[in-house]
């Protein structure tokens, strides 16, 4: 199946435990989302950020839990990420993390994709039940 629509997001910088050094960046931000469509929820987590003073590379993970409404099933999941940017060129994977729904999506599994247009932001969720 897939759910679609737009999400809002904020980021704000946390106290790292490492900071980098020799020109690398080491950072850690928090995560609070609301998700819009076909999945209606907030979600809040943490991402880990490198920066190597290369305009445009750069990397992240991060974890997110999930909380509202996938097309009208309820319940909670976690979304897993992990991106790298080289030179400017993407690799993003957002993965569910492995039997982490409840409520009604307790068999939740699928992967998302991020797009940004005009400074909106979408998802495209395929996913199974």
């Known amino acids: ?3 679609r629509g737009e999400f809002d997001v904020d980021l704000k910088p946390l106290d790292p435990y490492a900071k980098g050094s020799e020109g690398i ?3 850690r ?3 609070d989302k609301t998700f819009r469509g076909d999945l209606v929820a907030r979600s809040q987590g943490e991402m ?3 920066t190597a003073g290369i305009e445009g590379s750069a990397g992240y993970v991060a974890i997110e839990q999930v909380t509202g409404t996938l ?3 309820r319940g909670t999941f976690v979304l897993q990420h992990f991106g790298l940017m080289s030179q400017g060129q993407n690799r993003l994977i957002l993965e569910v993390a492995p ?3 409840t409520g009604q999506l307790v068999k939740l599994a699928g992967t998302m994709t991020i797009k940004i247009e005009n400074g ?3 998802y ?3 996913y199974s039940t």
Request: hydrophobic share 40%.
């Open 71 to 73: 097309q009208g099933k």
């Open 99 to 101: 039997d982490s729904g």
């Open 25 to 27: 960046k080491l950072g």
């Open 29 to 31: 931000l928090s995560i």
């Open 124 to 126: 495209e969720f395929d």
């Open 48 to 50: 880990l950020t490198v």
């Open 1 to 3: 199946m897939q759910a």
């Open 120 to 122: 909106k932001h979408f």
